[in-house]
């Protein structure tokens, strides 16, 4: 069965700093990451996903098959960037069965 | 557009009574989803319906909870009887086609409190 950890359950960082949220993954097979934000009051809405290989938001995240990862970074904290941070997989065989990480809180501190 | 409309946004019962919530997806998304939420947890797929069929319900607890999707939009699940467990938020989402975008549209959710 695949699994999704996301080590962090809450990363604070200053405005302007680098911040980077940890995701590991175990699949055999060959997986489909994402990651989801849910910013206060709103929600739950798709940030990124790997297959596009896009930057949202100043915002990427690079996968990592031989370390099993997909990190999500960005340069330049803002505080806007206050949330809560879900990486997800999904197998090419069940799309749509998210497998959710447990989240990770970001606080950006001005 | 409105999004994913759930309702109730909040409900709190006695154990072993009834609840029920409902799922209005966006219009033209055919693909729709129950996903439960436990407190500091990420959210888990308990069903997923193509149109009016369930394609995958292995992770809906059956002796208890029941959903259906009538004519292929609005969906209600419903948990017959509650017990303190089932205490969470409890997401809807849709998408269009079959989500191989990975790209689900979620509802605000249902939270539910069983005292």
Redesign the interface.
């Given at each position: 069965a695949q699994r999704?950890t996301q080590p962090e359950?809450l990363l604070s960082v200053f405005k302007g700093a680098p911040v980077e949220l940890k995701c590991n993954y175990s699949y055999s097979g060959s997986p489909?990451l994402?990651w989801y934000v849910q910013y206060s009051r709103q929600?739950?809405?798709?940030l990124l996903?790997h297959?596009s290989r896009e930057s949202i938001k100043g915002f990427t995240a690079d996968l990592n098959k031989g370390e099993t990862s997909f990190h999500l970074k960005k340069p330049f904290a803002q505080e806007e960037d206050s949330a809560m941070y879900?990486c997800?997989l999904?197998r090419t065989d069940?799309?749509?069965?998210?497998q959710?990480?447990?989240?990770t809180q970001v606080v950006v501190t001005p | 557009e409105a999004g994913v409309v759930q309702s109730p946004r909040y409900k709190i019962i006695e154990k072993k009574q009834p609840v029920a919530f409902w799922c209005n997806p966006i219009s033209g998304h055919n693909t729709l989803y129950w996903y439960l939420q436990n407190l500091g947890q990420g959210p888990e797929l308990l069903i997923r319906y193509e149109n009016e069929e369930a394609v995958d319900d292995s992770q809906l607890p059956k002796d208890r909870f029941s959903a259906e999707r009538l004519k292929g939009v609005d969906s209600t699940l419903k948990i017959q009887p509650a017990e303190l467990g089932d205490s969470a938020v409890y997401l809807c989402a849709s998408s269009y086609g079959t989500g191989n975008t990975g790209e689900l549209f979620f509802g605000e959710g249902s939270r539910l409190t069983v005292l």
């Open positions: 999704v359950k489909e994402f929600r739950l809405q798709l996903r297959i879900y997800a999904s069940s799309w749509g069965k998210l959710f990480g447990a989240g | -």
